[in-house]
RNA sequence: GCGCGGGUGGUGUAAUGGUAGCCACGCCAGCUUGAGGGGCUGGUGGCCGUAAGGCCGUGGAGGUUCAAGUCCUCUCCCGCGCACCA
């Protein structure tokens, strides 16, 4: 290898320290640019070599930005509180916070070993009493508006983390940490009402820049409904029996325009329940029913392809449109916990009531036709498609919108168009419904922020006064979980046990912890003033600072993470904490760095790429240019150490190139080839395609490597260069004599004449196949691209014989001859 | 099932409707006294051909256009997310 990497990668990164380059000033003349990534959880297996995909990324556009004289803010810290150190801790005796400091001092070193240029005089780390001080300060805020309470409700209980779930938590009835199996149980568990914000959470996307398919992850999590809420009332039985079912049942339906095909009823098991509790009267097999499908676990209820079950209640309702009555049953195909618990089951119109119809011979009446034939032809395609597309239409359950039958005075008209008017006419309540729950809040584990509330048995919780604030997470003897459900705090009764703040009178302190989302959702907030010991922040620097300008992360966290911290900051926005109601002006996601075979890396696996071992090899430089080179930027991409050597292949050639340099006092030749190429990779950087920004590169050395540059090239060259191998960049700064370093340069602007080429190849077809090409003035006029291409004897061999019978010529672009 | 992305050489990939395959990896050949994935030059989609050249080619089938990887219709496959949410 031509240069020594681990020599002048050590010069620059402490030059860069002493320096304070990349420390940010808050305010001044500059205008403000917050770039962020998310903060890595400090796991024992140390940094995996994905993380400096998304951070390389951002560097590079921070570094830009510098460059282009804006305030930059690019930030790191440590998302420490979590599992897995905390199993750690149980594993080996030790101290979660000793772990947690290892681990993070690691990081922080294979962080600066990447030259990443982060304002590390912000650092910050969630597992710190004054960091988490304040997580707890929000959380009472929280309290006080009343969005946090504690309620009683079956949650997600992992066997073996022997913790509780939030719903977010639990995939396919799993756990989404340890995939072991998941059980109901009822706890007493600390929610906070997200539930509340769910219009606004969806609305405030359409005020910001994500990626398309973040945003609609986001909606989809959020599941907005809009239908109506129907009364079908329940006419009194003669035998009695009825109470505790009522007079009517609710149900929520997005399609009130099927009512009339609404042949029956179902309730959930849940429903059933409550109906039971309250004194209904029901047969043996229905009692049996509901107990063993709500002892069932989720997983069990909700699988794919299930066999639907069900039991018929006895019950009967009325159909408010059509006056008829219909039975009751109950089927756990209808979830409890979404709208009323209870659907109006139309088989003809809905495949999950038409497949439990069928299964128990219960009537199908059809109330819409598909619109008919000529209403669906696309005049763009033609009526072969339409017929086609008509063909699906023939089944025996119809989803779509279409003509109104069997619907009293509405048939005829548009499904469509008669929704409103069969609410108003039954007198029905329009209604929105999301599939958001609240978000669950506690847990009982020891490795997490302490809930600041404190228990007494005359005033109920009490908010722990903000001067007491931390509650300092005590040390313990024992970490393990308890099979009781209790967090390891609860055995501290030195702890515990406290007064009340409110009356002074004995009063025990809420043991269970925070889960590690509540830290990440503010985090951000917290670098803009992260020594402020008064408040989490001043209302000056937030004001000056937020919105985070450019946001990156992983897919993985788009639902969760970007959802919490959005709601989070909404609500500090009311509170009047935060100057913005949405966070992220801007946000990004990157792909996952695959193994060479193409899956994921586990250490299971034994394919983890180790970027110590990189950096140490091959530099941090050839690390940093290849991961942005490797592939797309959204897209998952396998490792290549190949490609990684290419990429050192393509450094080592720029040092040669440097070193051999002799300056010129012109050289128009590579003038335009320079400036096209740097403004390409300049370009590159705003849309994130930094995969062909390095390709960018290498074509221009290719180009330039006969040749010397001039000075002025040179200089533009390496600038560019700077941010994605900068200390690279500032070696060769240095070599050709520049004083200061690159990171000072202001960043290149690009001479409009020179971009545009006075003389391009272009092709010319005959018949629309490339033939030959020819050498050409972009802006050059028909006849003389004509007398070009005429002259060429191929283009003459394929015109023999032939009638022209048309020219199509777009200057700078082709030259079509399209002969007979 | 619904939503969002994708299918291009041996590989990773690139292409404002305008010469498909930039840039790399790998491979082949040659050069260089420089051994441990050294440097340089050239070649490298498939088929036919000594060559010149020709034909074919972006998952598949149609269509629009002077011109389609790109636009339209249908279809198959893959990835991710959600999922009995009424």
């Known amino acids: 290898m031509a240069y020594n990497h681990q020599q002048i990668e050590k010069k620059w990164q402490d030059r860069w320290e002493t320096s304070g380059v990349f420390h940010a000033k808050d305010g001044g003349e500059k205008q403000k640019f917050y770039c962020l990534i998310e903060f890595p959880y400090p796991s024992g297996a140390g940094l995996h070599i994905g993380h400096p995909r998304s951070y390389t ?4 556009v921070s570094r830009k930005r510098r460059h282009q004289g804006y305030n930059v803010l690019y930030p790191i810290g440590w998302d420490a509180f979590g599992l897995p150190t ?5 594993k080996t005796g030790r101290k ?19 030259g990443l240029s982060f304002d590390w005089s912000r650092e910050v780390n969630t597992t710190d009493p004054s960091y988490y001080k304040w997580t707890q300060w929000m959380f009472l805020e929280f309290f006080k508006a009343g969005l946090a309470y504690k309620t009683s409700q079956p949650i997600n209980w992992c066997l073996s983390c022997k913790i509780g779930l939030a719903n977010e938590e639990v995939v396919n009835g799993k756990c989404e940490r340890c995939g072991g199996v998941t059980e109901k149980r009822d706890k007493e568990q600390w929610m906070i009402a997200i539930t509340k914000y769910a219009e606004r959470l969806l609305e405030g996307l359409d005020t910001v820049d994500y990626l398309e398919k973040i945003k609609s992850q986001q909606r989809n999590w959020i599941g907005k409904s809009e239908g109506a809420e129907i009364d079908f009332s329940v006419p009194p039985l003669p035998e009695g029996g009825l109470g505790g079912v009522g007079d009517s049942i609710q149900v929520f339906t997005t399609r009130p325009d099927t009512i009339f095909g609404a042949t029956f009823l179902v309730v959930s098991p849940e429903v059933g329940k ?3 509790d309250v004194g209904w009267q029901a047969s043996e097999e229905v009692r049996r029913y509901v107990v063993e499908s709500l002892a069932r676990e989720e997983m069990d209820r909700t699988a794919e392809g299930k066999e639907k079950t069900g039991v018929d209640t006895g019950v009967v309702a009325i159909n408010p449109a059509n006056g008829k009555q219909i039975p009751v049953w109950i089927a756990d195909y209808v979830l409890g916990g979404y709208g009323t618990g209870a659907i109006m089951a139309v088989p003809a119109h809905d495949e999950r009531d038409f497949e439990f119809a069928q299964k128990f011979g219960l009537s199908v009446v059809k109330v819409i036709e598909p619109e008919p034939l000529q209403e669906i032809i696309n005049p763009d395609v033609g009526i072969s498609h339409a017929m086609q597309s008509n063909v699906k239409i023939v089944s025996d359950c119809f989803i779509g919108d279409g003509v109104m039958v069997n619907s009293g005075d509405f048939n005829g008209m548009k499904s469509k168009e008669t929704m409103w008017a069969i609410v108003d006419k039954i007198g029905a309540r329009r209604s929105v419904k999301y599939k958001l729950r609240d978000w669950v809040f506690s847990r009982q584990r020891y ?3 302490p809930i600041p509330l404190v228990w007494c048995e005359n005033h109920q919780w009490v908010a722990v006064p903000n001067e007491q604030l931390p509650v300092v997470l005590p040390d313990v003897e024992k970490y393990e979980p308890t099979d009781t459900g209790e967090s390891p705090l609860a055995a501290m009764s030195d702890w515990v046990n406290t007064t009340c703040p409110q009356c002074g009178g004995p009063a025990r302190r ?3 912890t925070m889960p590690n989302w509540a830290g990440s959702s503010w985090y951000f907030l917290r670098y803009i003033d992260s020594h402020n010991d008064k408040e989490f922040a001043s209302r000056d620097k937030l004001k000056y600072w937020m919105p985070i300008d450019l946001y990156n992360g992983g897919m993985e966290h788009t639902v969760l993470h970007l959802l919490y911290s959005r709601f ?3 609500f500090l926005f009311d509170r009047g904490h935060v100057p913005v109601s949405e966070p992220y002006a801007r946000r990004h996601s990157h792909g996952l760095v695959l193994a060479e075979d193409g899956t994921k890396m586990s250490k299971s696996k034994g394919n983890v790429v180790n970027p110590d071992e990189i950096v140490r090899d091959y530099g941090a430089d050839s690390l940093r240019m290849y991961i942005l080179f490797m592939g797309p930027f959204e897209e998952p991409v396998p490792w290549s150490l190949n490609g990684l050597i290419g990429v050192r292949r393509f450094l080592d050639k720029v040092e040669r ?5 002799r300056e010129v006092q012109t050289n128009s030749e590579v003038a335009g080839v320079v400036e096209r190429s740097l403004k390409k990779v300049s370009d590159d950087i705003e849309s994130f395609k930094f995969n062909t920004a390095v390709s960018a590169f290498m074509s221009l050395f290719n180009e330039i490597v006969e040749s010397h540059v001039t000075r002025e090239q040179l200089k533009k060259i390496l600038v560019v260069l700077g941010p994605f191998a900068p200390h690279l960049a500032n070696e060769c700064w240095e070599k050709i004599g520049e004083t200061g370093m690159v990171e000072e340069q202001a960043w290149p602007e690009f001479d409009e004449a020179l971009l545009v080429q006075d003389e391009i190849e272009m092709g010319v077809q005959v018949n629309g196949k490339a033939r030959v090409t020819i050498q050409i003035s972009p802006t050059a006029d028909e006849a003389t691209a004509k007398q070009l291409a005429f002259a060429d004897e191929k283009i003459q061999k394929h015109l023999e014989g032939k009638e022209i019978v048309k020219i199509v010529y777009v200057p700078g672009r082709i030259l079509n001859i399209v002969v007979k």
């Open 568 to 570: 989070w900051n909404k």
């Open 57 to 60: 990324a951002l560097d590079v």
């Open 657 to 661: 190139y440097v070193g051999d340099w």
């Open 86 to 90: 905390e199993n750690y801790a149980i």
């Open 274 to 276: 409550k109906w039971l």
């Open 510 to 512: 809420e043991t269970d």
């Open 447 to 449: 490795w997490g922020e």
């Open 96 to 114: 979660p916070q000793d772990i947690t400091r290892e681990n993070t001092d690691t990081f922080r070193r294979q962080l600066k070993s990447l």
